[in-house]
């Protein structure tokens, strides 16, 4: 897998259990992250997607994903791990978040998390790729301690809880990577079957 964020790792090994691969880090190959300098989802991940399997010769699946906030026309977007710096911890970028809308309405709140993921085979030239969303609203402070990233603040329309409350199976079924992963793992399948 192509990317360093253990939190997507935990939750794209899960999302593939059963398929009969080995989800594998980049780094367990000496492989450094690439730089993401797409200014979209889907370009991010082809960048990261052709990296590592370049790097590895190994078939590579990336995802870049992020939190879009309605009115903050799309911010963080595809600058949400680093929202406050370049090396911001989660906690960062959710206080600058929630300081950001701090004088907006609950209902005013919107937002969508994105994911585009995508399967690279050394050497061919069309890469597999799938899209997933979320919507959901931004909370007006954290709520619970599981997930990563802004799932303390992101509330699930359905369950009406944050997604740090859910369970891995309950975000797996619902969530951006979760959608993202099962269409691509069925257009893997459709394609080499």
């Not at 889907?42 to 590592?52: D, R, T």
């Not at 078939?59 to 309605?70: H, K, N, Q, T, W």
């Not at 791990?81 to 959710?94: M, Q, V």
């Amino acid at each position: 897998m192509a990317g360093g964020n253990a939190g997507k790792l935990r939750e794209i090994s899960r999302l593939l259990d059963g398929l009969g691969v080995e989800v594998i880090a980049q780094s367990k190959f000496g492989v450094d992250d690439v730089d993401e300098t797409g200014i979209t989802f889907a370009e991010n991940s082809l960048i990261k997607a052709q990296h590592a399997a370049a790097a590895t010769g190994l078939p590579a699946i990336a995802d870049d994903s992020g939190l879009a906030v309605d009115v903050l026309d799309g911010a963080p977007g595809v600058y949400s791990a680093r929202y406050s710096g370049p090396d911001a911890t989660d906690d960062e970028n959710i206080d600058k978040l929630l300081d950001a809308l701090q004088d907006t309405a609950i209902s005013s709140r919107g937002a969508a998390f994105h994911c585009v993921a995508t399967f690279v085979l050394p050497g061919q030239h069309a890469p597999l790729v799938a899209e997933g969303k979320w919507r959901g609203s931004i909370l007006t402070a954290r709520q619970g301690d599981g997930g990563f990233g802004y799932d303390p603040v992101f509330l699930d329309p359905e369950s009406g809880k944050s997604a740090a409350e859910l369970t891995a199976e309950q975000k797996n079924a619902r969530s951006h990577r979760g959608k993202a992963l099962r269409q691509l793992v069925e257009l893997i399948g459709k394609t080499f079957s």
